[in-house]
């Protein structure tokens, strides 16, 4: 019972002062987020370009791999956006 009570008072602050390195955290996570926007920009092209031509070539297999390519680049895009919003949201529920 009593080790219940003291996992029951662990309390989790959030903050980056002090941390040695933050701003390096704060940079890769920054460029994290920039190489995910290139991968999505470049999956939403190259799905949309292989969707084009797969489906005028009337081949309807590869057009629904561009199609899912496609829609896979904006979800990823839209996640990478909304990602720290969600995490910051998810937080701020659980307090």
């Known amino acids: 019972m009593s080790l219940l009570v003291v996992v029951a008072q662990v309390t989790v602050n959030p903050t980056l002062e002090g941390l040695p390195g933050e701003q390096v955290a704060q940079q890769l996570l920054d460029w994290l987020g920039q190489v995910a926007l290139w991968a999505s920009l470049a999956s939403l092209l190259v799905g949309a370009a292989v969707w084009g031509l797969a489906q005028q070539a009337g081949n309807g297999y590869q057009a629904g791999r561009g199609r899912t390519f496609a829609i896979g680049g904006a979800v990823g895009a839209l996640l ?12 701020a529920a659980s307090r």
Do not use: D, H, M
């Open 80 to 91: 990478t956006g909304l990602a720290p919003q969600i995490v910051n949201l998810l937080f």
